[in-house]
């Protein structure tokens, strides 16, 4: 499977950026899809994820409504569409799919988030 994230870049606090994840490789409308992060000395944390018909989204808590994921299955595509950014979202992007106990990550996007 090969997963690659685009869209990542400096952006101004307050700003929003579309973060996009297509996929190969593997059958992606069975696949849920998510995004993760990892900030600079942080963990890698869970930031959203859509079921593999889009029929339901999850979103971290922290993020208070700033962030939508959707998907194209058509494209075999995830979109991250960013509001509102802070510093605190600066990180790198990860796009997450799984299946099962099958899970397959890209390489990730940074986001940096300044004035």
């Known amino acids: 499977a090969q997963l690659v994230e685009s869209g990542g870049g400096l952006v101004q606090p307050g700003g929003s950026l579309k973060l996009s994840c297509v996929v190969s490789g593997i059958p992606f409308d069975f696949y849920a899809m998510a995004w993760y992060r990892q900030g600079p000395g942080k963990q890698r944390e869970f930031v959203a994820r859509?079921?593999?018909?889009?029929?339901?989204?999850n979103y971290a808590d922290s993020l208070e409504g700033r962030f939508t994921i959707s998907r194209d299955n058509a494209k075999k595509s995830v979109y991250l569409e960013m509001f509102g950014l802070r510093p605190e979202d600066t990180a790198v992007y990860y796009c997450n799919a799984a299946r099962y106990m099958t899970s397959y990550w890209g390489k990730g996007t940074l986001v940096t988030v300044s004035s």
């Open positions: 859509i079921t593999s018909g889009a029929q339901e989204t």
